[in-house]
C-alpha cells in the first residue's frame, strides 16, 4: 500500500490529497516532493505500510510479470510495470532510496535524513516484487530463451500484440492528465518513436567472452530499460551483444558474471531514477507522451518478420494467419492483465476502506 502523496494518481491523473505540512517547503511551481525534506524527519508522517495477503500476493505476481518481460528481447519491464499499476510507486521508492543514500554522503544531519528517506521507501513493494522477478528469472530464462529462439516469428507476433495493447495504458494516463500543447505533445511522440525505432534498426551480434567491465557497463545501460516503457532492457543486451552469455550465466549459475551484472545494473538505476522520478512529477504529460512515442516505435523489435543480424525487416510470410493469431493472442492477455488489475486494485481498496467505515 503506498502512501499518500503529491503523485498525481496512476490511473485517474487526479492530484491525491497532501498533507499541508509535507508541502510547505516545495516549490510554487512544482509539484515535487523532497523525500528528505525537514517535514518527513517527522516520526509521525504517514509511511508505507505492510500490505494484505491479496495485495501481497498480487505484488509477486506483478514482479513475475515484470521479470518476463525483461527477459524477451523487445519488450520493457516499464511497459508491464505501467500495466500492473505499479510503475509510479517504484518510481518513487526508487527516488527515496536513492535520496537515502545521497544524504548519507551529502549535507547536514546525515543519518537522521538518511533514515527518513529509507523509511519512506515502499519495501514491501520492493520485496514482492523483487520475489516474483527472482522467480520468473531463475525458472523461466531457459523456457523462454527456447521459445524465441525455436519460434521467433509467432513468439514475435505474441510480443507485438502486448507491446501494442500496453500503449493504452500510458495513453490514457497522458490523456487524464491536464495541460500541455497539442503540437509540442505531437512533436514529443515523434521523436519518442523516431528514437525507438533508430534503436531498435542497429544489427545485433553476440560476443564470446565479454570482460566484467563490459558486462558491468552494459548493465548498467540496460537496467534503465526496466524503470522507462518502451525500451527493452534485453534487446540493447541483444544489441551489445551480451543477450546470450547473460541469459548462459543466469541458467548456469554463474555467481561472478551475475554479480558483476547486479552491481552495474544498481549503478545504473540509481543515477537514472531519480531523473525520471522528477520528470514523472513536474512534466508528467510530455513525459507519458515520450513513452508512448518509444512504445510505438519499439514495436519495430518486435515485427515478425525481420533480419536481426542486420537489422532489416521484411513483408509477411505465407505463414501470417498464425502470426496474426499470436498478435491477436497476445493484446487479449494484456487486456485481461489490465481489466485483473483493475479489479484487483478495487479489492484492495475496499478492504482499506472497511475498517474506516466501521469505525
Known amino acids: 500500500m503506498s502512501v499518500e502523496s503529491s503523485r498525481p494518481d496512476s490511473e485517474s491523473g487526479d492530484p491525491r490529497p497532501v498533507d499541508p505540512a509535507s508541502s510547505a517547503h516545495a516549490h510554487p511551481e512544482s509539484v515535487h516532493h523532497d523525500p ?8 509521525a508522517s504517514p509511511v508505507p505500510t505492510r500490505p494484505g495477503p491479496i495485495e501481497a500476493v498480487g505484488n509477486v505476481v506483478r514482479g513475475a510479470l515484470i521479470g518476463m518481460a525483461e527477459l524477451v528481447p523487445g519488450i520493457s519491464g516499464g511497459t508491464v510495470a ?11 521508492t526508487g527516488s527515496h532510496i536513492v535520496d537515502g543514500m545521497r544524504s548519507a554522503v551529502l549535507g547536514k544531519d546525515r543519518a537522521a535524513r538518511t533514515k527518513a528517506a529509507f523509511r519512506h521507501a515502499d519495501w514491501w513493494l520492493l520485496g514482492m516484487l523483487a520475489l516474483g522477478m527472482l522467480a520468473m528469472v531463475f525458472t523461466m530464462a531457459g523456457v523462454l530463451g527456447s521459445f524465441v529462439e525455436n519460434q521467433p516469428e509467432i513468439s514475435s507476433g505474441l510480443f507485438f500484440g502486448m507491446v501494442a495493447m500496453s500503449i493504452f495504458v500510458p495513453l490514457n494516463m497522458a490523456r487524464r492528465t491536464p495541460g500541455g500543447r497539442t503540437w509540442a505533445l505531437a512533436l514529443m511522440l515523434i521523436v519518442g518513436a523516431v528514437l525507438a525505432f533508430s534503436l531498435t534498426s542497429l544489427p545485433r551480434g553476440e560476443i564470446g567472452d565479454p570482460s566484467y567491465l563490459l558486462v558491468f557497463v552494459a548493465a548498467a545501460v540496460a537496467i534503465c530499460a526496466l524503470v522507462l516503457p518502451g525500451m527493452s532492457g534485453s534487446f540493447l543486451l541483444m544489441a551489445m551483444g551480451l543477450y546470450a552469455p547473460t541469459m548462459n550465466a543466469v541458467s548456469d549459475r554463474n555467481i561472478p558474471y551475475i554479480l558483476v551484472f547486479a552491481a552495474g545494473a544498481f549503478v545504473g538505476i540509481a543515477l537514472f531514477v531519480k531523473v525520471l522520478d522528477r520528470l514523472m512529477e513536474d512534466f508528467r504529460k510530455p513525459t507519458l507522451i515520450v513513452m508512448v512515442g518509444l512504445m510505438i516505435g519499439s514495436l519495430r523489435a518486435l515485427w515478425p518478420w525481420r533480419d536481426d543480424e542486420v537489422g532489416s525487416v521484411f513483408g509477411p510470410d505465407d505463414n501470417w494467419p498464425v502470426v496474426v493469431a499470436a498478435a491477436i493472442g ?9 481489466f485483473a488489475e483493475h479489479r484487483l486494485a478495487s479489492r484492495v481498496e475496499a478492504a482499506k476502506d472497511a475498517p474506516a467505515a466501521q469505525a
Open 330 to 338: 497476445g493484446a487479449i492477455i494484456v487486456a485481461v492483465v489490465i
Open 82 to 92: 505501467l500495466v500492473v499499476g505499479v510503475y509510479p510507486r517504484l518510481l518513487d
Open 36 to 43: 528528505v525534506a525537514d517535514s518527513d524527519l517527522d516520526p
